[in-house]
């Protein structure tokens, strides 16, 4: 698509429930990369795809969250027992994916309220 | 500790005057990149300029420059004749070669509000 495009972009659950937020990158963009905003904050890394794989899982807070990208385009982020705490925005972004220094566009984001 | 230090939490103008956000980083890499990105009230973030970390020219696109600066490694954005339309918040972010630049550190931003 012409952008990164995520779904839904607000998504209201109750506390312990399981949530699947959705990213469809830049045609063609092989790195995808999930964030997490709270509020006044800056973006936050979560995890980071080069394809198929996760090349970078470090920023995941715990093992409720996961993500993933089967076909190297499209990527899941999963939360399990969801918590008060992981209300916040989450972002995708997409680069090219060559090397050096790539320039993430991001989309919109989708914004979790946990009550 | 913070990789990216954004200290000006909110800054108010007057629409003409300049500004300036400053954006201080740390790292022990020497071959890095630094970012800045502009959030507006829609929410989504629009990349504005990217610096490696060997070129510490200053750099000038329309109303908006940078000055980058290795010896108090600081990366400031500087916005002439401040426009209502440049209200948004604005955030520096650092990559790294050690993690072949794939993990953006970003500051806590800094919300510019423009007043008419």
């Known amino acids: 698509g012409a952008g990164v495009s995520q779904t839904p972009s607000n998504k209201v659950t109750e506390k312990g429930k399981y949530v699947e937020l959705r990213c469809d990158p830049i045609s063609g963009h092989t790195a995808l990369y999930w964030y997490r905003q709270s509020l006044g904050q800056g973006p936050e890394f979560l995890i980071y795809f080069q394809g198929t794989g996760a090349a970078d899982d470090s920023g995941l807070p715990n093992d409720r969250f996961f993500a993933v990208r089967p076909e190297g385009s499209v990527s899941t982020l999963k939360i399990q027992r969801t918590e008060r705490g992981d209300s916040a925005v989450y972002l995708c972004?997409?680069?090219?994916?060559?090397?050096?220094?790539?320039?993430?566009?991001f989309g919109a984001g989708s914004r979790l309220t946990v009550l | 500790a913070q990789k990216v230090t954004q200290a000006q939490t909110e800054i108010s103008v007057v629409e003409k005057e300049d500004v300036t956000l400053d954006c201080v980083y740390e790292t022990r890499d020497t071959t890095y990149y630094l970012f800045w990105y502009k959030q507006p009230p829609s929410g989504e973030l629009v990349f504005l300029i990217r610096r490696n970390s060997f070129d510490e020219q200053n750099e000038i696109s329309g109303r908006y420059s940078w000055n980058f600066q290795k010896s108090t490694s600081s990366f400031n954005f500087t916005i002439t004749a401040s426009q209502v339309v440049d209200s948004a918040v604005y955030f520096c972010a650092l990559s790294e070669a050690s993690y072949n630049f794939n993990k953006f550190y970003f500051g806590s931003g800094t919300k510019l509000n423009v007043k008419p």
């Open positions: 972004a997409s680069s090219p994916g060559t090397s050096g220094a790539n320039v993430l566009t």
